[in-house]
């Protein structure tokens, strides 16, 4: 974790113009939405299970 920490914009400007020299732009605005539609529905997930884990400690009082 230390070495993405110490990443600063210049060194992710690199790197995102090595991932799109690789894969080319498709490919990696395809796997950044499918990024971001992954983080919404993890986010999701979250609040249900703490909706859930809410709603079962009032139903025990």
Not at 36 to 60: C, M, N, P, V
């Amino acid at each position: 974790m230390g070495l993405v920490r110490n990443m600063g914009g210049f060194e992710w400007l690199i790197i995102l113009a090595l991932a799109l020299l690789l894969f080319g732009v498709g490919r990696v605005s395809k796997v950044g939405r499918e990024l971001g539609s992954a983080i919404s529905e993890f986010r999701k997930g979250l609040r249900e299970g703490k909706d859930i884990s809410d709603d079962e400690t009032t139903d025990e009082t």
